[in-house]
């Protein structure tokens, strides 16, 4: 038994040395090659830059699953998204860091919303602001005006826009309650929620803990949803919540 316990903690230690050499160092690549990018494109196709560092942040999230300890995936539901390359909100469950680089894994052009302390993290919060995502900063209601207002912008100009509707990692599992800025944002630009179910990130990288774990991930784009006429936005939001929750008990 003894041996046994050992055995698992080296194994954790090793995983974990792995997983964050591997982190710091394909972010330590891809952000010299996501400096290449930005110049590039800064000057010579200034209208693609967001987009080509967006690329980047794809590459760079798939290169972690890629290459990631006792990590395997699957996405299912991609036919779900929009095929005539409307804009939509794309909005998920949130138990991890993982899940951000899991709806890299779903593909297409979007721009994050997210917390403004992300976007202090060290080269990570620089190729954000280059690929175009949205900082909020919370209880701050003006820089909240502002990013509702950056992020309809996004939509009309064809860009989707992705968000985690809970506003904060679930510490359960379960599903909390939705705020409604993504849902009211949708129904103001009459675009769709396109609802992805993310099962398996919360074993993969437990909040709070450094020591990453064998799991599998299961990603499920789910049908996109409009607005019901004269929906209350509270309501929509829930409703949402309800499809995602509904489909994660179906794991359990």
């Known amino acids: 038994m003894q041996k046994y316990f050992w055995d698992n903690r080296m194994l954790n230690y090793v995983l974990a040395g792995y997983f964050w050499i591997l982190f710091l160092g394909t972010t330590a690549v891809l ?47 991609r036919e779900n ?6 804009p939509y909100v794309l909005v998920a469950n949130h138990t991890s860091s993982a899940d951000i680089w899991a709806l890299f894994l779903v593909g297409g052009q979007f721009r994050w919303l997210s917390k403004d302390a992300m976007f202090k993290i060290p080269l990570v919060g620089q190729a954000m602001r280059w690929a175009g995502y949205v900082s909020v900063t919370r209880g701050n209601k003006q820089s909240q005006y502002q990013a509702v207002e950056t992020s309809r912008e996004w939509i009309r100009r064809g860009i989707s826009m992705a968000f985690f509707p809970e506003g904060t990692r679930s510490d359960d599992g379960r599903v909390k309650e939705f705020k409604s800025g993504a849902f009211k944002l949708a129904q103001e630009e009459n675009v769709a929620i396109v609802p992805v179910v993310l099962r398996g990130t919360r074993d993969m990288l437990v909040k709070n803990s450094g020591f990453p774990k064998k799991a599998h991930l299961d990603i499920e784009i789910l049908p996109a949803v409009r607005s019901l006429p004269d929906e209350d936005v509270k309501d929509f939001a829930e409703r949402v919540r309800q499809m995602i929750a509904s489909k994660l008990s179906t794991y359990n």
Do not use: I, Q
């Open 31 to 77: 952000f010299s090659w996501d400096c290449l990018v930005y110049a590039y494109h800064r000057l010579f196709r200034p209208e693609k830059l967001s987009e080509a560092c967006h690329n980047v942040a794809v590459l760079w999230g798939r290169t972690l699953f890629a290459l990631g300890p006792a990590w395997s995936h699957e996405v299912r539901g």
């Open 81 to 86: 998204l929009p095929a005539d390359n409307a």
